[in-house]
């Protein structure tokens, strides 16, 4: 007989058995079997998971390949926004974001339309400040508090986006690629995620000098 098999098989009962204080598997033979392999699935699955990328090999993270991949990625969309363009009184794909923008949400503040568009102040002026000349936006003093600027898209905006519209769903339609409907969901749901925890620290206009310490002291990075 087998002994070090006997003990292997011993051991695995108990553990089959500590883990299964709920009842979720029958104490039967029948149930110890579907435990076995419910388990090893799992650890198939896991290492079905586990994927590659450039640098793995040498002891490049996964943060690290992230962080690339959405940097790459946003210059391929820039690159298919900037021909949606081509040829129109756009300048930019700021121009035409935050006409949608104002069409979706309708008339707010200049500060809640750069915050809207994750913009720093000067950098959404600009853009502000181009589609006023265009006559594509107005600007007026709200009535609670004139300090506050409120802007909302004109009818010639509206026009000039709707004529625009086509190639600009066309360039959103090739960035998701050839993702299935499904794979798009899920990234749909890890981005989510992600904005989730970026934007209130966003929301705080933290200093520069300031941020990443403040970050990875407040979420507790050095712990990960």
């Known amino acids: 007989m087998n ?37 090893e699935s799992k650890r198939e699955s896991m290492v079905e998971n586990e994927i590659d990328w450039e640098g793995k ?16 990625l946003n210059r391929y969309a820039k690159t298919y926004s900037k021909a949606a363009i081509t040829d129109s009184d756009f300048s930019t794909q700021e121009d035409f974001i935050y006409l949608i923008t104002l069409k979706s949400f309708g008339t707010m503040s200049k500060i809640d339309l750069i915050k809207k568009n994750i913009h720093d102040k000067p950098v959404g002026n600009l853009v502000i400040n181009r589609l006023l000349k265009q006559g594509w936006i107005s600007q007026h003093d709200s009535l609670q508090d004139k300090r506050i600027k409120l802007i909302q898209i ?7 986006l709707d004529h625009q519209m ?4 066309q360039a959103t339609q090739i960035v998701s690629g050839n993702l299935t409907h499904s794979e798009k969901m899920d990234l749909i749901r890890i981005l989510k995620k992600l904005n989730q925890f970026h ?3 966003y929301n705080k206009n933290i200093d520069s000098r300031d941020l990443i310490k403040t970050v990875y002291k407040d979420f507790s990075f050095e712990n990960n």
């Open 3 to 39: 002994f070090d098999l006997v003990k292997d098989t011993v051991a695995l009962l108990e553990e089959f058995d500590l883990n299964n204080k709920n009842s979720e598997y029958p104490s039967t033979v029948e149930g110890f079997k579907l435990w076995i392999f419910n388990n």
């Open 57 to 72: 090999e040498n002891g490049r993270s996964a943060e690290s390949a992230i962080s690339t991949l959405f940097v790459h």
């Open 154 to 160: 004109t009818e010639k905006g509206l026009v000039a």
């Open 166 to 169: 086509g190639k600009i769903r």
């Open 199 to 201: 934007h209130p620290i």
